[in-house]
């Protein structure tokens, strides 16, 4: 066993200074030390030597070093051989068991004397084989490690020295640096062109400090003395060489060109970018969520437009900016999709940066890795703003089609699609079809099967094709109401629909009921035709006007009588026929009807076929609207040829009668006065005792009368012939009305004939003639009033120059319609008591002709039975006349 220092009691000084003087020793030298004493026994080492050794303990050596184990028998056997006579110098020492993989050592050994102890110990040094080779060994040494890493993948080399002196490089090294001479350079000489890019100062740096350096991926360039300028990305190891005292001697420099993977990358990193940008430039929204609906990525466009940030869309933020009438059903869609992992889609209004909302359609399609995990979604946002807004003109459009077609009073419905589907009818509609609302939803064949083989199918395919509108008018249609098939007539429409973009859609169908009118229009044709045929089997000519005066019927007469179609007739109207003499005075009298719509009335000639002018008695009447607004004008016309030529027979007969009668009364007038005068003389002598006196003057008053009989009957004849003279001189009228009546009276005794005068004037004009209307005027009050014996008489002013008389009597009146009639020649009223009242009918007639040659005018104001009031008006005579 060894002495274990400081562990025996018994110890000498001997050994003491042994151990002391080993402990001092091997605290000032640092290279491996082992001391032993002279009998071999370890006594101390430094830390280095453990090392070299790889030993954990000094209690492991000297376990090993006593069991003789491993490579100490070796160096045990050469120490016990020469020591302590001889030192051992330099004696190569190989330990296979080594730590160090070179496992070669030169070892010195010396016995050191220690005279006090009278002892000594043996101290034995440890060196790295390297440094102690042989040049040969050397040359050796480095082909091997040629052999080693020429071939490696890696860029090798040896820097030796603090100025990092190349001392060896691999093939590889070479070709990075571009076959320089670079060996027994110093990196700065061999290098010049790394300088800037701070390899330099690493190197430095790992030299100084003998930590390893490395460097990833760092850029290099170099310029090529062939190849010109050269980059590459180098992965490197600068790993510091020490010698076996533990300083840096130089840098093993192991580095690996990683360009193609550096490159490759930013070559991906770079289309990644691409990728990156032209997603962003996508004018879509574009998204990827995770599969718990995480948003991944959300493009530029996103934020652009939502003015989101990064950390506003963490935790489904982006649902922020989903309006928040959207926003939970968005939400629960998109949690729904994900949870079922199901496609995703949802139209919401999303915000814009400016707080306004447009529509969005958001869709996401599933994501699924090559093992079929899922992975979440990849989504599109688009604006579907605009659609969305002409979605909704159009729901409105439709709601307000809706509205109309429920609300309006005329039956209404609505058909869509080609095969007419009944998608709208109002209430009136389905009256109309005598169907309920069950029919909604059929199409048009299934609802009413009826109309089969009528016309509507084929019409409503042509309004749907061409988009044209159908009009139709009291068009007969049967169906089927109350289980009976029922024809009505209807007006109706049927007006295609169109939708946004122009496209027939559906057909709108409008129709009222008129079945009723188209009845009530038939009867009244029909009524029209038998009026018509009424009116043609008619010996009356019959025509009618437009309210303006325009011919719009002639019957059959008119046809007849001129030879002439009715389109003829109504193109040329008949003025043309008039008798020329006729035309003045019918143009006169119509304008004057057609102004006031006063009934006409007039005889006048008409040219028939065979050229002849014939009489008519024609009359027009106004046919007015419930307002009074004239619609119409129907005129008759007679023929009163026949009448006409007896009168022209009565007139000559007068004539002659009046002419002859003339002479012989004018004759026996001068005999009864002659008589009377000589009866005068004789002072009324009653010679026979006959009243002779009494009987002439009688006799005298019915010549008189008999008299003015035959000039009225004379004066007609020449107003007929136009011949009728006036004497116009000024007089004073009221003298005339007085002198008149006075004589009157003389031989209407029991008449109380009164006279109001009023006023007092003068006129113009011929006054035996007007003499002649006064007389007729009072003798006819008198005649026409058998129960009356009062007859007033009037003189007045009756405008700014006129002055009018009346004469009024208390008599029989005349009625509303012979009041015209009158003052026409030998116009009588006709009446039970025609033949009471002796006349020709010619009187009032006269007076009327007279008046008007003085242009006044005469009128009657008259009630049957009430009596009556004639009235003539003159102009007052002006300072010239
Ligand atoms: P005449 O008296 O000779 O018949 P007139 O021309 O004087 O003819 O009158 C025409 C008609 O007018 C008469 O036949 C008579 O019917 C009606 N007539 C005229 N004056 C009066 C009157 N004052 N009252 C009622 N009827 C009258």
Known sequence: MSKIPGHSSHQNITEDTLINTASNITKTIREPLLILDSDLNYVNSNPAFLDVFSLNSTAEFIENWNSKSRDFVALRKAISN????????????????????????????????????????????????????????????????????????????????????????????????????????????????????????????????????????????????????????????????????????????????????????????????????????????????????????????????????????????????????????????????????????????????????????????????????????????????????????????????????????????????????????????????????SVIGTTLHEALPELEGQPFHDLLQQVYSTGKMYWGKEDPASLMIDGKLQTNYFNYTYKALRNESGEIYGILNMAVDVTE??????????????????????????????AAGNFTYFNQGWLEYTGLSSDDLISKGWFDFIHPSDKEEFAEKWNTSHRTGEDFEMEFRFLNNKKKYNWHLSRAEAIADEKGQIQMWIFTATEIQKLKAEEKRKEDFLKMVSHELKTPVTSIKGYVQLLLSLLKRNEGVDNLGIPLQTSLERIDHQIVRLTRLISEMLDLSRIEKNKLELQKERFRLNNLVKETVQDIRYTNTQYKISIQEEVDFEVYGDKDRIGQVLINLVTNAIKYSPNSQEVDIRVYKSGEDQVSVSVKDHGIGISKKNQKKIFKRFYRVDGKNEETYSGFGIGLYLAKEIIKRHNGSIAVKSEKGEGSEFTFTLKIASENN
């Open 82 to 437: 020469n020591l302590p006579t001889k030192a051992l110098e330099d004696l190569p020492l190989k330990l296979s068991d080594s730590g160090d993989s070179s496992g070669n050592y030169l070892v010195n050994a010396n016995y050191l004397e220690l005279e006090k102890a009278q002892s000594g110990l043996i101290l034995i040094s440890f060196k790295r084989g390297i440094d102690s080779r042989t040049q040969e060994e050397k040359n050796e040494h480095v082909e091997r490690f040629d052999d080693i890493f020429s071939q490696a993948p890696a860029m090798i080399c040896l820097l030796t020295g603090p100025e990092h002196v190349f001392e060896m490089a691999n093939d590889n090294y070479y070709r990075l640096i571009g076959h320089r001479d670079i060996i027994g350079k110093t990196v700065r000489q061999a290098l010049p062109d790394i300088e800037g890019q701070g390899f330099y100062e690493m190197l430095d740096n790992v030299y100084q400090s003998g930590e390893a350096s490395r460097g990833n991926e760092m850029l290099v360039t170099l310029q090529d003395p062939e190849q010109g300028s050269k980059q590459a990305y180098i992965d490197f190891v600068y790993q510091p060489i020490k010698n076996s005292q533990g300083s840096v001697t130089g840098i093993f420099v192991h580095a690996l060109d990683v360009t193609e993977k550096v490159e490759s990358r930013h070559k991906l990193e770079k289309s990644e970018q691409e990728l990156q940008d032209l997603v962003d430039a996508v004018p879509a929204i574009l998204w990827i969520s995770k599969a718990d609906g995480e948003n991944y990525y959300l493009n530029k466009k996103w934020f652009e437009y939502t003015g989101q940030t990064l950390n506003d869309i963490k935790n489904l933020g982006w649902l922020d900016a989903v309006h928040p009438e959207d926003r939970s059903e968005v939400e629960q869609s998109f949690k729904t999709a994900n949870a079922e992992k199901k496609e995703f889609q949802a139209n919401f209004r999303l915000r814009n940066k400016n707080g306004d909302y447009r529509w969005v359609r958001d869709s996401g399609s599933l994501k699924f890795s090559s093992e079929g995990e899922y992975e979440g979604m990849v989504g599109t946002v688009i604006d579907i703003h605009e659609e969305k807004l002409k979605e909704q003109l159009v729901n409105e459009k439709e709601h307000r089609i809706r509205s109309i077609i429920e609300e309006a009073t005329v039956a209404t419905a609505l058909y869509t699609g080609e095969e007419m589907r009944i998608s709208m009818a109002n209430d009136a509609m389905i009256q109309l079809w005598g169907k309920d609302h």
């Open 517 to 546: 009118m188209k009845k009530s229009k038939e009867k009244i044709k029909e009524s029209e035709a038998r009026f018509r045929l009424m009116a043609d089997m008619m010996p009356e000519k019959i025509a009618s006007t437009d």
